[in-house]
């Protein structure tokens, strides 16, 4: 049963939309004291990149047997150069990407270090995000992209993290063209969600939820009070609170919710990636026609799992299947 209700989420055409991110890792080991000041020196023995942002959804439905294709903007620079590589090694489609030559791409590295006889952690993360400027011309031509590829899409994430791509006439362009082609739009949005109006569902964490509310959200009480009101901003069909731990909480336009709490809790390893691992198992679901509840409970399980990996990872279907299976 498992293996035929995941067997419908592949090949599904999934198309996120929004802020590629560099993700890269410089690995290395302890040497000395530098005598430059009291820091440790440490020695380079790797550095690799890794997709981010918008791309690790894509990475996330790549990874769940979907057909990710990306659309945004990065920069003629080295890092995406190598990013590149790193998404058609993984089958993701992104010829319609726009570069731009004068522009940096947005990275995020990460230090991490460690040894034959040492642990090895993150020391430090140094953000570069903010090479790039958005014009009219670039979201146009973005638009014109979606329109001729929009009726073999099945799903459509809108992935902002808050580096520009996204403005309300935008957005608004983006689901109205969605809504005429009965395409399902999913939101995970850092920091503007409520320009995101009439999209199908959003799925803000509860950092989130709670900034929007300009309150803090201290029990599932006011979980409940935040998502009813934010729903009805939205104008949404769902909303989707997700809360670590204590699960998730979905909300219907009808005013009614549920709450999907985590089944079997694991030992967290890393948060990082987990909205991405979500949005994109909900829009494989939805676009392969599950009810929504049942693509929560699925998003839901996948969080599960690469919670208990490190650093931005993906899941896999089989690692699906053995959750399910396990739960039984």
């Given at each position: ?21 560099v ?34 959804a894509?990475?996330?439905i ?22 590149k ?10 010829s ?10 947005a990275?995020?590295?990460?230090v ?7 642990v ?19 979201r146009?031509?973005?638009?014109s ?7 073999s899409?099945?799903?459509i ?11 309300k ?9 969605a ?6 739009v ?5 920091y503007q ?36 009101s ?17 699960g998730?909480?979905?909300f219907?336009?009808e ?7 985590v ?15 979500v949005?994109a198992?909900?829009?494989?679901a939805?676009?392969?026609?599950f009810d ?14 690469v ?14 299947v053995q ?6």
């Amino acid at each position: 049963m498992e293996n035929s209700l995941l067997t419908k989420l592949l090949d599904k055409n999934i198309l996120v939309i929004g802020d590629i991110i560099v993700d890269e890792f410089i690995f290395g080991r302890p040497a000395r004291v530098s005598r430059e000041a009291p820091v440790i020196i440490m020695e380079e023995t790797d550095r690799e990149v890794s997709p981010g942002g918008a791309a690790n959804a894509a990475a996330n439905i790549a990874s769940l047997g979907g057909k990710a294709e990306l659309l945004g903007l990065v920069g003629g620079d080295n890092y995406w150069g190598r990013l590149k590589k790193n998404l058609s090694a993984r089958e993701i489609l992104c010829s319609d990407i726009l570069v731009n030559n004068r522009m940096h791409s947005a990275v995020k590295t990460r230090v991490v270090a460690g040894g034959e006889q040492v642990v090895s952690q993150q020391v430090v993360r140094i953000d570069n995000t903010m090479g790039l400027e958005v014009s009219s011309r670039e979201r146009e031509r973005l638009l014109s992209s979606l329109t001729a590829k929009i009726s073999s899409i099945e799903a459509i994430i809108l992935s902002d993290y808050g580096l520009g791509l996204f403005n309300k006439s935008f957005n608004q362009k983006i689901i109205s063209l969605a809504q005429e082609e009965e395409v399902p739009v999913l939101v995970d949005s850092r920091y503007q969600l409520l320009d995101f109006v009439g999209a199908t569902i959003a799925t803000p964490n509860l950092e989130e939820t709670a900034r929007l509310r300009g309150a803090e959200i201290s029990d599932q009480q006011e979980v409940i009070r935040a998502g009813k009101s934010l729903l009805k901003d939205l104008q949404s069909q769902y909303l989707l609170i997700t809360q670590g731990s204590e699960g998730m909480t979905l909300f219907f336009k009808e005013g009614n919710y549920q709450h999907i709490p985590v089944e079997n809790k694991v030992e967290v390893y890393d948060v990082t990636g987990a909205g991405d691992t979500v949005v994109a198992t909900l829009a494989l679901a939805l676009g392969a026609g599950f009810d929504i509840i049942t693509a929560v409970e699925l998003a839901n399980k996948a969080a599960g799992i690469v919670v208990s990996k490190p650093g931005v990872a993906t899941v896999k279907p089989e690692e699906l299947v053995q959750v399910m299976a396990n739960e039984k």
